[in-house]
């Protein structure tokens, strides 16, 4: 009998995450790592959540949404309840009171500004916000995150700030022809993730250095990262058709 449409795409999930569950452990041991400390996260852009949940079932606990309205239109219709969500994608200051409470972590924290509304919305709401600093470490205009010469400054603005809690760093690297290119980006930020995390700071813990996507998850994993943000090649690629 012809498979459908939907249960091809289960199939080829199904497949996907094997395969990278299986590089993931690959890259840990050549590291030095023992298997299973590097989490591995399904990005969630422009996927209908029919196959979010499939790619649950099959153990995904973790998710990344790019865009504050997609996540907070689809998040009914999934089956989060022991998933962890965190935003991923840019974030503008006006959107920080949609997402505060609806996510477990925002990994994109690019300006003081932006820290500054998490702050204060996280006091309004009660809470504390876990976050990651985004930095923009190959320095391109085309990106989001904060300049590497003025991070250390910005850092100590926000290490201040009473109800955000800064879980470690991300980055989104250049694109790179050679590996030994990419190699440096992931390894200064490595070096950076180091440093800061000699810092004594009350609500400053670098437990997270998240690095990799799709077409360079291992070689960021070889280099120190210890979560992977993979949606293409788990979901195929992107549609996008909303």
Do not use: W
């Amino acid at each position: 009998m012809e498979l459908t449409e939907k249960e091809s795409k289960f199939n080829l999930i199904e497949e996907n995450i094997k395969r990278i569950r299986e590089k993931i452990s690959e890259a840990e041991i050549k590291s030095g790592r023992k298997e299973g400390t590097v989490r591995f996260m399904a990005v969630t852009k422009t996927v209908e959540p029919v196959y979010i949940n499939h790619a649950i079932e099959q153990g995904i606990n973790l998710i990344g949404e790019n865009k504050v309205q997609e996540f907070l239109s689809k998040k009914d219709e999934l089956k989060l309840e022991n998933v962890e969500k965190h935003l991923i994608g840019h974030l503008q200051s006006n959107k920080v009171r949609k997402i505060i409470t609806q996510v477990d972590m925002i990994q994109s924290v690019d300006s003081v500004s932006v820290a500054k509304e998490i702050e204060r919305q996280a006091e309004l709401n009660d809470i504390d916000a876990n976050v990651l600093i985004e930095i923009n470490v190959g320095g391109e205009e085309s990106k989001t995150g904060m300049d590497k010469q003025k991070f250390l400054e910005e850092f100590e603005q926000i290490a201040e700030m009473k109800r955000i809690y800064v879980k470690g760093l991300m980055t989104i690297p250049p694109i790179c022809e050679k590996n030994s290119d990419l190699r440096k980006f992931f390894d200064e930020m490595y070096k950076l993730f180091l440093d800061i995390g000699g810092k004594n700071r009350d609500n400053v813990s670098m437990d997270i250095l998240s690095m990799g996507m799709s077409h360079d998850f291992e070689e960021a994993v070889l280099c120190g990262s210890n979560l992977v943000r993979i949606g293409s090649a788990v979901f195929g690629p992107r549609i996008y058709n909303r």
